[in-house]
């Protein structure tokens, strides 16, 4: 047999038959290590399920995500990807989801949902409006912020903190006031507030999820609010920042002021365990991965819709010091190879009715100790 022959009949034998092609446009940095670790996951499930996935970083900036949507939506009808992951980062999913519709391309929302508001209004539900939005999967993001405003404030109140006129103050550093994620993470931390009753937040203030601008604040929000000794931080790279901050003042993260943090750096897990860190909520970078199972299952007829177009899940676990350790030891590297992504797929396992988005099929050892995820 021909060789060129022989190579073409071995294309088409090793060639999946199923085969997709998928873009995330991550809003953050390639460096950032929440959104590296997001695309690391991504990775891993791609690779399981034989999808072709490019990742383009848009540094933050609005504009660069737009150029990265134009740029697709120029393409060539033949070489343009068969979906794309946003984010609504930017709250501007109603801009992306209208580009990609007028050329064809099927997007779908992953970490950042449409929101609330006139924007989310104007994009409607998916497949209506926008018959190629296809859908959503974002964290319940509100659960991060209860849950560690919850331990914190427990923390707070063992340790006998100071208080004014009766009430611990707390000082509230957020990512920003535009992403959906932000406004909601903030909105769990309030209600904690609320049931709580014995905390005033004494000021709240806007990081842009920057440590270096949570530390500049930090430096004046403790000069100003001397007494507060409770600091919720919308992020773990915040967080950092203003414990970084109180370290430079003399104090002892841990012992005479208490801070929480969301996502799960190397470095926030490692804080947790030693006691610097009170409470840090996370897991969530894992949505991504279970968005690109998801319109695999799509894509060969498993349509998710069965459990939801716009699906919010308790994708949010609050970390002890017992848990980091656990994670630390498999992922401190963000290699999530391990992980066999196929099981989770109702196409690949038909006797699969739901999902289970969960931490457990990244610590299943976790689980058999009974470690609790929640």
Avoid at 26 to 36: D, I, K, L, S
Avoid at 175 to 200: H, K, N
Avoid at 257 to 264: E, H, K
Wanted: hydrophobic share 45%; with cysteine.
């Amino acid at each position: 047999m021909p060789r060129l022959l022989l190579a073409l009949l071995l294309s088409v034998v090793l060639t999946p038959l199923w085969a997709m092609s998928v873009v995330f446009i991550n809003p953050g940095y390639a460096n950032e290590v929440y959104w590296y670790t997001a695309s690391r996951a991504m990775q891993a499930a791609a690779e399981d399920l034989d999808v072709q996935l490019r990742i383009e970083y848009c540094d933050r900036n609005y504009r660069q995500a737009m150029d990265h949507i134009q740029a697709l939506v120029a393409l060539p009808q033949g070489q343009r990807p068969d979906y794309v992951i946003l984010s609504n980062e930017f709250a501007a999913a109603g801009e992306m989801v209208a580009l990609l519709e007028q050329a064809g391309i099927r997007s779908f929302l992953a970490f950042s949902g449409k929101g609330v508001g006139a924007a989310a209004v104007d994009l409607g539900r998916p497949r209506q409006k926008y018959r190629t939005w296809l859908g959503s999967l974002e964290p319940r993001a509100a659960d991060a912020g209860y849950l560690t405003g919850q331990a914190l404030i427990a923390r707070a109140r063992a340790a006998g903190v100071p208080r004014i006129a009766g009430k611990m103050p707390l000082l509230v550093i957020g990512g920003d006031r535009s992403t959906p994620t932000s406004v909601l993470r903030l909105q769990g931390l309030y209600r904690a507030v609320r049931e709580a009753g014995d905390v005033v937040v004494a000021q709240e203030v806007m990081a842009a999820w920057s440590r270096e601008r949570a530390a500049k604040q930090a430096s004046w929000l403790y000069r100003r609010h001397p007494q507060a000794r409770m600091v919720w931080a919308g992020s773990d790279q915040m967080a950092m920042g203003a414990m970084d901050v109180w370290r430079q003042r003399g104090g002892q993260p841990g012992k005479d002021a208490f801070f929480s943090g969301v996502n799960t750096s190397p470095e926030a897990l490692q804080r947790l365990t030693d006691g610097q860190l009170t409470t840090l909520a996370g897991g969530h970078f894992i949505t991504g991965a279970w968005a690109l199972v998801m319109l695999y299952d799509y894509d060969r007829g498993r349509d998710f819709a069965s459990e939801g177009l716009e699906q919010e899940r308790p994708l949010f676990t609050r970390f002890d010091a017992a848990l980091a350790r656990r994670y630390l030891q498999r992922y401190s590297d963000a290699d999530f190879s391990s992980i066999d992504f196929t099981r989770h797929s109702k196409a690949l396992n038909q006797a699969l009715r739901r999902y289970d988005f969960s931490l457990l099929p990244l610590l299943p050892e976790a689980a058999a100790a009974g470690v609790s995820l929640k």
